[in-house]
């Protein structure tokens, strides 16, 4: 899998999800939606594995991409919600998740519609549920990063027929957050011998799927996030 050309194809979907989710007085606001590379490539997997990508296989990756910015607007949120800037964030979120149904509808993907809905919905629940933990566990960590993270990923591969490859999902985007020591999903509140021996674990189970799935190298690196890819002057470029 050569570096230049999955760089290409990442930097085309960004250009055109941008495009697809813009608007001018929210962009104004608040900055265009932010949508993680790792999060992109994972995205593009079913295609980029194949090393062809086809349209007809972007339009629900592009829903994807939409309401993956729902969910990352929707997030910022404060529980009471009464400040402007709050209010205007909640707008954004409802706009990015609409466009996910219009872009499936205009390309009459109804059977799709239904599918992305019952994720998006998951999805929303296990939000809902976050925000309301008392005591997070690793279990449970790892439970949300599969629910709110990677549900919608699970859903477009079972619906591109790559189903072999989900278990990988949850194991890859959890190391990518604890080698990132990212806040997501309350990981701080976890104690450092806890990340330690939850990190060791799921770089086991990933070593196991990968050579299971015979991955190559280089492609575990774009999983785990090891190939960086920074954004730069509005395009990701991988270092």
Not at 128 to 135: G, I, N, P
Request: charged share 25%; net charge negative.
């Amino acid at each position: 899998m050569k570096k230049t050309w999955v760089e290409r194809q990442i930097n085309t979907y960004h250009t055109r999800l941008q495009s697809l989710v813009y608007e001018r007085s929210i962009n104004e606001e608040l900055g265009a939606p932010v949508v993680s590379p790792l999060f992109i490539f994972l995205t593009l997997w079913p295609q980029l594995q194949k090393e062809q990508l086809d349209e007809q296989a972007m339009i629900p990756a592009l829903a994807v991409g939409a309401a993956k910015c729902s969910f990352e607007v929707h997030d910022n949120v404060t529980l009471d919600a009464v400040e402007e800037r709050d209010q205007l964030t909640v707008l954004a979120g409802d706009h990015y998740s609409g466009i996910y149904y219009q872009i499936l509808a205009e390309h009459r993907q109804f059977k799709r519609i239904g599918q992305f809905s019952q994720a998006i919905m998951a999805v929303n629940e296990a939000r809902t549920t976050y925000r309301f933990e008392q005591q997070l566990t690793p279990e449970r960590w790892l439970h949300y990063v599969k629910e709110i993270e990677v549900r919608l990923l699970e859903t477009l591969y079972e619906d591109s027929e790559q189903a072999a490859y989900i278990p990988l999902l949850s194991i890859a985007y959890s190391l990518y957050l604890l080698q990132q020591n990212s806040e997501r999903w309350g990981l701080q509140q976890l104690s450092e011998k806890e990340r330690r021996t939850l990190q060791q674990n799921l770089e086991i189970q990933f070593e196991n799927q990968a050579k299971h799935l015979s991955m190559t190298a280089s492609e575990q690196d774009f999983w785990l996030g090891r190939v960086t890819v920074q954004q730069k002057e509005g395009e990701f470029i991988v270092i």
